[in-house]
């Protein structure tokens, strides 16, 4: 069973996969404005901006997280 979830700002959607999650920390030692594990959601994508959100996202060592742009109109 897959278990996906998303989290979208209207710029940027964040994917999380919580099966790939190897739990390095990577997210919230980066970014703990947004990636707060103790909190549910644990993703507050309104913690920071999209472009520092994205730069957590790419340094996520399992895959785990991944990232799409959201197409302005």
Same mark, same amino acid.
């Not at 979208?8 to 919230?28: R, Y």
């Not at 994508?45 to 990232?67: H, Q, W």
């Given at each position: 069973?897959?278990? %996906?979830?998303?989290? #979208?700002?209207?710029? =940027?959607?964040?994917?999380? $996969?919580?099966? %790939?999650?190897?739990? #390095?920390?990577?997210? =919230?030692?980066?970014?703990? $404005?947004?990636?707060?594990?103790?909190?549910?959601?644990?993703?507050?994508?309104?913690?920071?901006?999209?472009?520092?959100?994205?730069?957590?996202?790419?340094?996520?060592?399992?895959?785990?997280?991944?990232?799409?742009?959201?197409?302005?109109?």
């Amino acid at each position: 069973m897959e278990d %996906k979830k998303e989290y #979208s700002n209207g710029e =940027v959607t964040v994917v999380w $996969q919580a099966e %790939k999650c190897i739990h #390095s920390a990577n997210c =919230v030692k980066n970014n703990p $404005q947004v990636f707060q594990p103790k909190m549910r959601p644990w993703i507050n994508i309104e913690g920071s901006s999209s472009d520092k959100i994205i730069e957590t996202v790419k340094k996520c060592p399992s895959g785990a997280l991944s990232f799409y742009q959201n197409n302005q109109s």
